[in-house]
């Protein structure tokens, strides 16, 4: 008989024991298949929809233009040279383009957009926004004054198809430009960052707005294979030569590329995570499934059979478990991740915390990638052969006579228990009895709630990674910019505009110092403007504030760098980000022009001068605000005494909500509502859902397979021990205690795992809370999340915790209940027939 | 007195299609302080009626008695408490549970009924001792030899006084000296106590002491033999 066959028909023999190891194997890999299939569906999402909705996969500038964005940094509308890049090898399609930003308003309001002239003609062949469209239509070839903008602009701005809107921008020559357009049609990608930012207009109308009449900022471009961009970008290059800087996907969003290597670095954590937990529990399966048989092979030994072919035979049972499982791990992987990725994994309800991540639609789409697959079965076949040759070389060196007898040298002589305790109960017994049992098989029980510690402790570091994170953005929130709780007019928060007001703030402000759980309040006024160097225009919110009340709320006085906070509150002084000030290469001192809408519409604009420099760590913070003095904004907006918000500082974060409602309380009829900072940052706090949704899709799979692991360890060890069941059973044990002595050995298992678990996951988040987890590789995409900078501290939240490691722990407890049943129900003579 | 009464049982395994018939129509009665032997060839159903007396199996039909009380309407639970109180088994491989030591194996059964610990802990050194095993107590069954090991089973059997003792081949595993020794032991029991001891055997030495041999061929009795005193 040949060993493969010997090997195949133990395996039948055995049929709870292969089932389970096979599980062990499928499940992990299927596992491993899906969530790598989820993130990559969600980078390539990412990429594929960043990419093809409105940059193209290359950029042509005139050189200089992409490192300072600065109109006279155009070049001409040559359409033989423009023939020419069309007809290069790669290049599918090109379409010219003039970009620029503005300020839109429609009916009464001004915000910050990003414009693209495009040509009408061209511009489809290489980007697909023209997909999107929802109502009204797309530029078309003879279109002059027309806008297209994404439906959650139009939104904000009030503006529908057929309204008219008006762009205000400062022109190439630096003088203030504006033009009206007819609103045609509206667009609604699914990506909330390009539905809220981006308008299209002709590309004549935007040469004639920006005064660049024949000149154009870039080409854009699609190739035949976007992986090959970075090759055909240096092509051109080398073609057009040193006037031209040519861009691949990759350089014109770097904070995608780094927000997909952040990814996948996460991803990476996790399904080590998972291999390390799936790795455990096959080969913990495999080793006992080889111990069992001990006297199995003591008899093959006795009878002649080599060592290695002993070893063969063991490493052959596990290699065609192995293969099963890989064939069925596989078929249920793609099985599963297919199906998603076809019906896509809806996340509309997490929206605004996708709009952080630029380019994802409301659904996931798992990727399947063959290679991914690929590795992950061959380290799943790896892991289910490789732990099965200790045992086997172990067994293997066994004189047959040991092997046969049970192996004597195995008996743990413990001291723990032996000396009889003076009062024993039933209850007491089952639980000696099971502690014994553990000790009796040390390597399995320490594989077994080695698992489930590592499972733990990984978890627990990365929800103390995410506290962590989570505990930054809303500190630095609170402390930078919004404060703890906002009194505001409604309506003001969709619209920073100065027609909404808090009239007599000065009553307001004392009404909220009566508040007991409130430490300070300050009013501002908030609005939308732009900044105008020399040589450019940014959009930011003008923050008017009172230099003496604003510090005891925000403490962005802290994080001055260069000069200093505000003084006074009527002075021309200006204090801006660190991030804007490079951007608009501006000096301590010099003079900058902000530029605003008033109430009825009209625009007005104001001179001041760069007093002071702060810098929070966080891109946002540092580049979306400009503060000055109250009295200033006051008169720049022509409010009188009015102010738009007062913020307030309270005791506590945690007094927010109630705080906001007992404010409201009070307010009752005036038209003004308290927010607190939940209600103002409800990114914030669908981020926070988001993630924790995400690590619940982590944590479930984490604990299904501790739950596998800790479910075959102990169907093995009862299997192992089915004589002994017998014996009990006929003793007059009834069937209940053996399913409690079982349990009872769950629950000491879990709760050594989950101690170690503890411990170690404490100790990780000790010293990284210590050190901090530095972010700066990954910069951009942690500066697309307000308040977060580049250092995380994690941080152990108890809340947030005790929940699911007391899920854990009953996850195996449970678990424990099916194999404890399963011995219980055994009839005691076949118990006791068991080999 | 009967302590033990069968009627017409019959035990049938089907394997696949084929029925294999392990007891064909037995009908049997022991009295109370007998000290009996089943014999008969190997497969002829000696472990098979054991285990129907000892209520780990239920027959295909016929019906049984312990102690004047029919067994086979019992539900699982009175079954366990039966085998509790009025059954010991003796198996061929001792079967101690390992983790407990052998002290512990022989308390275990008087735990289960809820024993007092101290009338427990006497209760079980003497047996041990009664047994031969004094000052091996706190030994684990890996640390024991086979004879040992048999006589923490007898001990263990034994301890809680039950009215049946049933012992399929208790001496199998023993030489003979060790095998006279366990069934001396376990005659002084008989005799001192009036615990009904029936055997299933092959061991000759075991027919000698036996006062009573049922002899098993295809599942019937073909001879039941008692043996003047
Ligand atoms: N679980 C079972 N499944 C199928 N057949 C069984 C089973 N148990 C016993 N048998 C059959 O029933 C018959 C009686 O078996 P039993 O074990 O009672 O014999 P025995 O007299 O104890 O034999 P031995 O002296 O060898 O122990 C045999 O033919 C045996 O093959
Ligand atoms: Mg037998």
């Known amino acids: 008989m040949s060993l493969l066959k010997l090997a195949y028909r133990n395996l039948w023999r055995n049929k709870s024991r292969s089932s389970i190891t096979l599980s062990a194997i499928t499940v992990g890999l299927a596992a491993l298949i899906f969530v790598w299939g989820f993130i990559d569906g969600m980078n390539e999402q990412t990429i594929e929809n960043s990419t093809t909705y409105i940059t193209g996969h290359l950029k042509i500038h005139k050189a200089g233009f992409h490192d300072d964005k600065a109109l006279y940094l155009s070049m001409p509308h040559d359409l033989a040279l423009q023939q020419r890049i069309n007809d290069a090898p790669h290049v599918v399609a090109i379409a010219p383009r003039v970009e620029d930003k503005a300020l839109l308003s429609g009916a009464d309001e001004a915000r910050g957009v990003k414009v693209i002239g495009i040509d009408p003609v061209l511009e489809p062949s290489v980007t697909t926004i023209f997909k999107a469209i929802k109502q009204g239509r797309y530029l078309q070839a003879d279109d002059g004054n027309s806008i297209v903008l994404g439906d959650k602009l139009a939104a904000k701005a009030d503006l529908k198809v057929g309204d008219e809107a008006v762009l205000v921008t400062q022109a190439r020559d630096g003088s203030l430009a504006a033009d009206r357009f007819q609103v045609v049609g509206l667009f609604d990608s699914g990506i909330d960052m390009i539905d809220a930012s981006y308008v299209f207009i002709p590309l004549s109308a935007a040469q004639e707005l920006y005064s660049l009449w024949g000149q154009i900022t870039a080409w854009t471009l699609r190739i035949d294979n976007r992986q090959m961009a970075q090759d055909s970008a240096r092509q051109l290059k080398n073609e057009l030569g040193a006037g031209f800087d040519v861009l691949d996907w990759k350089q014109l969003l770097p904070e995608m590329v780094q927000m997909i290597r952040f990814h996948e670095l996460m991803s990476y954590i996790v399904i080590f995570i998972i291999i390390v937990i799936v790795a455990v529990g096959v080969a913990n399966t495999i080793l006992m499934a080889v111990k069992e048989r001990t006297r199995e092979f003591g008899i093959m030994l006795a009878l002649g059979t080599s060592q290695l072919q002993v070893i063969q035979l063991v490493l052959l049972e596990s290699f065609i478990l192995g293969i099963f499982g890989l064939l069925l791990g596989n078929v249920f992987g793609l099985l599963v991740t297919n199906y998603f990725a076809n019906a896509g994994i809806d996340l509309t309800e997490f929206t605004l915390a996708m709009e952080t991540m630029p380019g994802l639609t409301g659904s996931v789409y798992p990727l399947i ?404 987890v530095d972010l700066s590789d990954y910069s951009g995409a942690t500066s697309a999340i307000p308040g977060l900078t580049n250092v995380v501290y994690p941080m152990l939240i108890f809340a947030n915790l005790w929940l699911p490691t007391l899920v854990l722990f009953i996850t195996g407890i449970v678990a424990a209940f099916y194999p404890a049943s399963r011995a219980a129900q055994l009839s005691p003579v076949t118990a006791l027939r068991h080999a | 007195m009967a302590i033990v009464r069968t009627e017409n049982l019959i035990k049938e395994y089907h394997q696949q299609s084929i029925v294999v018939a392990a007891l064909r129509g037995i009908d049997l009665t022991i009295n109370k302080g007998e000290f009996m032997a089943l014999v008969g060839p190997s497969g002829s159903g000696k472990t098979t009626l054991l285990n129907l007396i000892g209520g780990l199996d239920t027959p295909s039909s016929g019906r049984i008695w312990i102690a004047g009380q029919e067994i086979g309407s019992l539900s699982k639970r009175k079954l366990s408490a039966l085998r509790l109180w009025k059954v010991g088994f003796i198996f061929q491989e001792y079967n101690l549970i390992p983790v407990l030591s052998a002290l512990e194996n022989v308390e275990y059964v008087m735990l289960l009924q809820k024993i007092p610990d101290k009338e427990r802990r006497e209760r079980s050194v003497s047996v041990l001792a009664e047994v031969g095993l004094k000052g091996l107590e706190h030994r684990r069954p890996q640390e024991l030899s086979g004879g040992q090991q048999q006589r923490v089973a007898v001990a263990r059997a034994i301890v809680s006084k039950p009215s049946i003792v049933l012992a399929d081949e208790p001496t199998a595993n023993l030489d003979s000296a060790t095998g006279g020794a366990l069934l001396d032991l376990m005659r002084d029991l008989n005799e001192r106590h009036q615990v009904t001891f029936i055997f299933s055997t092959h061991d000759a030495m075991v027919m000698k002491r036996a006062k009573r041999l049922v002899q098993l061929k295809d599942g019937q009795i073909v001879n039941d033999k008692i043996k003047p005193d």
């Open chain 1, 369 to 772: 990638r063959l290679d991914r697959v690929f590795f992950v079965s061959i380290v799943t076949l790896s892991i289910s052969v490789l732990p099965a040759l200790y045992p086997a070389w172990q067994v293997s060196r066994l004189q047959p006579v040991e092997a046969i007898q049970g192996v004597a040298k195995n008996a743990v002589h413990m001291a723990w228990g032996q000396t009889t305790s003076a009062r024993s109960s039933t209850r007491l017994v089952f639980w000696r009895i099971a502690f014994r049992n553990i000790w009796r098989n040390p390597w399995r029980s320490a594989l077994t709630s080695g698992a489930t510690a590592f499972g733990l402790a990984a978890f627990l570091f990365l929800y103390a990674f995410t506290d962590g994170f989570f505990e930054q953005m809303i500190d630095n929130s609170i402390d930078f910019s919004i404060a703890h709780v906002q009194i505001e007019p409604k309506g003001y928060r969709d619209d920073y505009s100065a027609a909404y007001y808090l009239s007599q703030p000065d009553n307001l402000l004392t009404q909220v110092q009566q508040n007991p759980g409130v430490l300070a309040a300050s009013p501002r006024i908030q609005v939308e403007a732009m900044i105008s160097s020399p040589t450019k225009t940014e959009p930011l919110i003008l923050t008017g504030v009172d230099s003496d009340l604003e510090p005891h709320v925000t403490r962005l006085d802290a994080v001055i760098i260069e000069g200093k906070y505000l003084k006074g509150n009527d002075t021309t002084d200006i204090l801006l980000g660190r991030k804007l000030v490079d951007e608009l290469d501006l000096r301590m001192g010099e003079k900058i022009v902000v530029t605003t809408q008033l109430a009825d519409g009209s625009l007005v604009s104001g001179a001041y001068r760069l007093f002071g420099i702060y810098q929070t760590g966080n891109e946002t913070f540092d580049r979306m605000f400009a503060y000055i003095g109250l009295r200033q904004a006051q008169s720049l907006l022509s409010m009188q005494d009015r102010v738009s918000t007062i913020a307030i500082r309270l005791q506590e974060r945690d007094l927010s909500k109630i705080t906001a409602s007992d404010l409201n309380e009070s307010m009752s009829g005036t038209g003004y509502e308290a927010k607190s900072w939940q209600d103002i940052m409800p990114v914030l706090v669908q981020m926070i859902d988001v993630t924790r949704l995400m690590f619940f899709v982590v944590l479930a799979i984490v604990f299904a397979i501790v739950a596998i692991g800790v479910t075959n360890t102990l169907i093995m060890s009862v299997l192992e021990r089915t004589r002994e069941f017998g014996v009990m059973l006929a003793m007059g044990t009834e069937p209940r205690f053996i399913v409690r002595m079982v349990v009872y050995e769950s629950i000491v298992l879990g709760f050594i795992g989950i101690a170690l678990g503890t411990l170690m996951g404490v100790l990780l988040v000790s010293y990284y809370s210590e050190y901090g």
